[in-house]
């Protein structure tokens, strides 16, 4: 047997790339911070030489070529689907670290 992936399988999807496409897109989205989950919120990405987020959406579809392009509509969708994933994500980090048993010290971060 030859292992050719691991995968998280809480944050991995079967289904429509966009979805994963969108958790990436969530970045541009939070604070940044020492937060649990922190983001580049309103970093300035031009001067940094960081893609905007639509910038990134459009060069990763770019690049798959099969896949059709996205309307906004759709892509705010998947925006709101990656923020409720992500929030019922930050939830059990943090229910884990009232308990005893989260595998990080950083759980209580994510309240």
Do not use: C
Request: charged share 15%.
């Amino acid at each position: 047997m030859r292992i050719i992936a691991v995968l998280d399988w809480e944050l991995s999807t079967l289904g429509n790339p966009f979805s994963d496409l969108a958790t990436l897109g969530l970045i541009y989205h939070l604070p940044p911070g020492n937060t649990g989950l922190s983001g580049l919120g309103n970093f300035d990405k031009g001067f940094s030489g960081i893609p905007t987020e639509f910038k990134m959406r459009d060069l990763y579809l770019q690049n798959m070529g099969n896949l059709n392009d996205i309307d906004d509509e759709a892509w705010n969708f998947f925006m709101a689907y990656g923020l409720f994933k992500g929030a019922a994500i930050a939830q059990g980090v943090y229910k884990r670290s009232t308990m005893g048993s989260a595998s990080s010290t950083k759980g209580p971060q994510f309240l």
